[in-house]
């Protein structure tokens, strides 16, 4: 290909990149007046902007770095590698690293930046290279271990994970990890090609990303809440008794817990909490965790969802409702929820399960 079309297309994905970023890093500042979650990510894109910005001018207005240019803007990139992990483990937890550890976990970046600015040594920058790309792999096997256990605990107080659950993560550390491939190859390349496929892969990258986290909810200050508020009310640990007649734990509300779901039908509320119903059995959430656990061998998510799926069994065997209204009245928050968890119990889709019945 042509190098001037070459040239044209990096400038052409780099202009998309800065543009993905502006439009990115006001969307989260717009969010993160009320959002602490979205705050934190309006931050890691506007020092992304900054990185951009100063590179922008840099590469198109007035070059002033010299034959240092290429050493230090990948230098400069690679401090988002610490931030990336600092990110991913505020999406996971309801507070930030304690500032002892976001320092060690950024110093060795701005520590070579600084001495690389000073005195230039290849062996600096080499060596900071292959820092980043380890410091990487460690943030994606991290991401792997944080988004499974932050889940769980979903599964243990929420009745619906709409714009709650860290899914969508999956798909963002598969695409961190072709991104760190892709820049450390751009880093011992000099081409256009190779620099507007990392721009267009970062562009791709930050766009999900800015999507995913502005409609997340703020799940964590919701975990945090629900785990402060248990304790305050609590009774004593008098709730579990063992059944001479079968060596089974009793609690105290077993008969009242049966009652609930099947008179009061508490599962067709799609906000259903673990908090709402240690509420309505007048217990705490820690006892009624524990029965849902270890008497029912199911979580709190599971169980729940359980009735609904029944529910809407019944529905779809009695009635002509649409899969849109038999979804809303089995407690469902969104159809898309609906079928997701219909086809992960019964092993097919609700539309195969009612054409079934008729057959």
């Excluded at 990510?41 to 840099?58: H, K, R, T």
């Amino acid at each position: 290909m042509d190098p001037e079309i070459s040239s044209r297309l990096r400038d052409f994905s780099c202009g998309l990149f800065l543009m993905f970023q502006i439009l990115g890093t006001v969307a989260l500042y717009i969010k993160g007046r009320t959002h602490q979650l979205q705050r934190s990510a309006f931050y890691f894109m506007l020092y992304l902007l900054g990185i951009s910005l100063f590179e922008f001018f840099e590469f198109f207005v007035y070059s002033f770095l010299g034959d240092r240019q290429t050493a230090i803007t990948n230098m400069l990139q690679m401090t988002v590698v610490p931030l990336a992990l600092m990110l991913l483990y505020r999406l996971t937890h309801s507070h930030g690293l304690r500032l002892s550890l976001a320092v060690l976990n950024a110093l060795p970046y701005v520590m070579s930046l600084a001495v690389y600015a000073i005195r230039s040594s290849d062996m600096i920058y080499k060596g900071i290279l292959w820092v980043a790309l380890a410091h990487s792999v460690f943030t994606i096997a991290y991401g792997v271990v944080a988004v499974r256990q932050f889940n769980k605990r979903l599964l243990a107080c929420f009745s619906s994970d709409d714009n709650l659950s860290l899914r969508w993560m999956r798909l963002f550390l598969l695409l961190y990890v072709a991104l760190a491939v892709v820049w450390f190859v751009t880093t011992k390349t000099s081409t256009h090609y190779a620099a507007a496929y990392y721009n267009v892969m970062c562009s791709v990258i930050l766009a999900l990303l800015c999507y995913f986290v502005y409609r997340q909810e703020d799940m964590l200050e919701v975990l945090q809440n629900s785990a402060a508020g248990d304790g305050h009310d609590a009774q004593p640990d008098d709730t579990s008794l063992v059944n001479p007649a079968d060596g089974r734990s009793r609690y105290h509300f077993d008969e009242v817990f049966d009652e609930v779901f099947r008179e009061k039908c508490i599962y067709l509320n799609p906000q259903l909490n673990i908090n709402d119903l240690a509420r309505e059995l007048g217990t705490n959430r820690t006892y009624l965790s524990n029965y849902i656990n270890q008497q029912l061998h199911s979580t709190f998510y599971e169980y729940v969802n359980g009735w609904r799926i029944e529910h809407a069994m019944r529905l779809l065997a009695t009635t002509e409702l649409s899969l849109q209204e038999v979804a809303m009245q089995s407690g469902f928050n969104s159809i898309s929820s609906f079928r997701r968890y219909f086809v992960g119990k019964m092993g097919q889709t609700p539309s195969a399960y009612k054409k079934g019945l008729r057959e």
